[in-house]
């Protein structure tokens, strides 16, 4: 796997809609790439390795899990409504234009203790 390209970033910064809520979401500023909507935190099934867009599926990826890591930060577990694919996305929390929503990060987290 050495060598192998695990992240591209050349033209997928791209502003969307949200799938699931029709929010506008804005590209990030910080030079990565915006794979869900800072509002609900829901995400397109739409990538095979990160930033490819090479997916088929599709489907509505439903934030289901947070994870806390020292070198990540908030990390949103994804899961696809459509063929149940999981997937994990870095929060982006610091984006100076459109931060995450740290309440709907809380919701989620809150969520797998009840």
Do not use: Y
Not at 77 to 104: E, I, M, Y
């Amino acid at each position: 796997m050495s060598g192998e390209r695990r992240f591209t970033v050349q033209g997928t910064n791209n502003s969307f809609t949200c799938a699931n809520c029709g929010s506008e979401v804005h590209p990030l500023q910080n030079g990565s790439v915006r794979n869900h909507c800072p509002a609900c935190l829901h995400s397109l099934h739409v990538d095979v390795m990160p930033g490819d867009r090479a997916c088929d599926c599709h489907g509505v990826m439903e934030p289901v899990d947070v994870d806390q890591s020292g070198k990540k930060g908030w990390v949103i577990v994804h899961r696809c409504r459509k063929c149940g694919f999981t997937g994990r996305n870095r929060a982006a929390l610091d984006d100076p234009g459109q931060p995450d929503s740290w309440d709907a990060l809380i919701a989620i987290s809150s969520r797998r203790r009840d």
